[in-house]
Nanobody, 124 residues
């Protein structure tokens, strides 16, 4: 039984920052890589960032590289997405997901459990 719950979304002005959290259930949290994806109205769900099981490797979409930072605290069963220098183009519902096994970090296919999403809105 796996549950992922996102939090930390909200309304911010361009240039501002938000920190999203993904809290996961289960004592096997450390065995899985975690990814962040986002979906804007009328658009496909797209990859944002991912982190390996140990946190030793991170992956970012070109659109967020240098602005967003993914991290994890396995002791707290939590993955974070620090979002700085936010742009209106970042407006979307943000989802965290568990990567079940091997495969590309950048596509939705390898991810088997998803959270409910948290809304991020960047104005002006």
């Amino acid at each position: 039984q796996v549950q992922l719950v996102e939090s930390g979304g909200g309304l911010v002005q361009a240039g501002g920052s938000l920190r999203l959290s993904c809290a996961a259930s289960g004592r096997t949290f450390n065995s899985y890589a975690i990814g962040w994806f986002r979906q804007a109205p009328g658009k496909e769900r797209e990859f944002v960032a991912a982190i390996s099981r140990s946190g030793g490797s991170t992956y970012y979409a070109d659109s967020v590289k240098g602005r967003f930072t993914i991290s994890r605290d396995n002791g707290k069963n939590t993955v974070y997405l620090q979002m700085n220098s936010l742009k209106p183009e970042d407006t979307a519902v943000y989802y965290c997901a568990r990567k079940s096994g091997t495969g590309s970090y950048y596509s939705t296919g390898p991810y088997d459990y998803w959270g409910q999403g948290t809304q991020v809105t960047v104005s002006s």
